[in-house]
């Protein structure tokens, strides 16, 4: 097993159980290399309902439509397309007090190649802070072991989404 291996074995098991423990069943994703480790997790795991969105708005809007029918569920996504679902954060999940956990891959931080992902990745943060939305993104596995309990209570007995921010070096 290679180290990049371990690492997303390492981030899905931190990820994963804890989803369990809050009873998430079901998951909506579009596909990033980042989290593509923890979608693989959940695909497999029994019980769980995994499903493909071709736009992050759509993957939100599935699980608020699941959410209103008593499912619990998560989002997976890159940062650059938490860009893109703000309107459905806005707009639906808060007032209308839908918990979704997203679990965003950032790019954008030192290091990156792409410039077109630099904006997207360095907005998360300040956009979570003015919409109220609790964001962290930790910077080992030891703090997002630390923090996801919390994180995952805040979101499900505040009806308020919360974003965790997946790091490259979590994901590598």
């Known amino acids: ?3 990049d291996q371990r690492t ?3 981030l899905s098991s931190t990820l994963v159980p804890e ?3 809050f009873q998430v069943e079901l998951g909506a994703y579009v596909p990033d290399h980042l989290i593509s ?3 693989d997790e959940l695909r497999d795991r029994p019980g769980f309902q995994l499903v493909a969105a071709a736009r992050e708005d759509e993957g939100l809007a599935i699980l608020a439509g699941a959410y209103t ?8 996504m890159q940062s ?5 679902c703000l309107n459905a954060i806005a707009s639906l999940l808060l007032p209308y007090q839908i918990p979704v956990p997203m679990i965003v891959g950032l790019r954008g931080g030192i290091g990156e190649f792409n410039v077109a992902q630099l904006a997207g990745g ?6 979570c802070a003015s919409l109220g939305i609790p964001y962290a993104a930790p ?3 030891e703090i997002l072991s630390a923090i996801l309990p919390g994180m995952l209570k805040t979101c499900f007995s505040t009806g308020r989404p919360v974003c965790v921010g997946i790091q490259r070096s979590l994901a590598a």
């Open 1 to 3: 097993m290679s180290s």
């Open 37 to 39: 480790g923890v979608t």
């Open 19 to 21: 989803l369990a423990r």
């Open 8 to 10: 997303v074995s390492r």
């Open 139 to 141: 910077a080992s596995f």
């Open 80 to 84: 650059s397309g938490f860009g893109l």
């Open 122 to 127: 360095q907005s998360v943060a300040p956009v």
């Open 69 to 76: 029918a008593g499912t619990r569920g998560v989002m997976l």
